[in-house]
């Protein structure tokens, strides 16, 4: 468990467990209601009410798990792993957000990929930025030096999050999403 209080609100990353389903759903048809997609499972119009028990199934089927069993693209063998988080309130135990977190699929050991999704009505509150920093100093006890992201092109609020975490915009060929790095160690060191 990560704790972090930057906010108003003391939170803490969790591990998805069946004490979170019912909190899982509310969460899943904020997104749903508002036509959002949050990261990790579509959202369509079977979405709302179901699509808690398919994200649970997909997070039990997935966590550490090898990203990808076997040898990675060098022909060695593959040492990452995939695990997703909540985000909650110490205070409610609501779902603030989730982030996932990548290691390996073919990369070496120190550098890692983060997927996160602020519930829309916790977002402009400082709890974002505090939810992705967590994951950076989870990330860093992991071993991950650095850590890439991506988001879409037209989703202003996730680049000015990433900027304030301390990610920097790659160069890009095209405009379908934008891709951003940090470096765990430089970023904590000075913040």
């Known amino acids: 468990m990560v704790l972090m209080q930057k906010s108003e ?7 998805p467990s069946e ?8 969460y899943i048809n904020e997104f749903v209601l508002k036509g959002d997609d949050p990261d990790g499972f579509p959202v369509n119009e079977s979405s709302a009410g179901t699509s808690v028990d ?5 997070i039990n089927g997935n966590e550490g798990q090898p ?9 060695e063998q593959s040492k990452g792993f995939n695990l997703t988080f909540f985000y909650v309130s110490e205070a409610t135990g609501r779902i603030i957000g989730t982030v996932n977190v990548r290691q390996g699929d ?6 890692g990929n983060i ?17 992705l920093n967590a994951a950076k100093s989870l990330c860093a006890f992991f071993g991950m030096e650095s850590l890439t992201a ?20 790659e160069p890009q060929k ?3 999403t934008l891709s951003f790095k940090c470096d765990i160690e430089r970023v904590n060191a000075d913040g």
């Open 19 to 26: 004490k979170y389903k019912k909190e899982a759903e509310d």
């Open 150 to 169: 991506v988001c879409g092109c037209d989703n202003e609020a996730a680049k000015a999050l990433l900027l304030r975490c301390g990610f920097e915009k």
């Open 115 to 131: 997927g996160f999704a602020v519930r829309p009505s916790e977002r402009e509150k400082g709890l974002g930025t505090d939810m």
């Open 106 to 111: 073919g990369w070496e050991e120190k550098y």
């Open 174 to 176: 095209d405009c379908r």
């Open 9 to 15: 609100d003391v939170c803490y990353l969790a591990m």
């Open 67 to 75: 990203v990808e069993e076997g040898s990675n693209q060098e022909g």
């Open 54 to 58: 398919r994200w649970f199934e997909w």
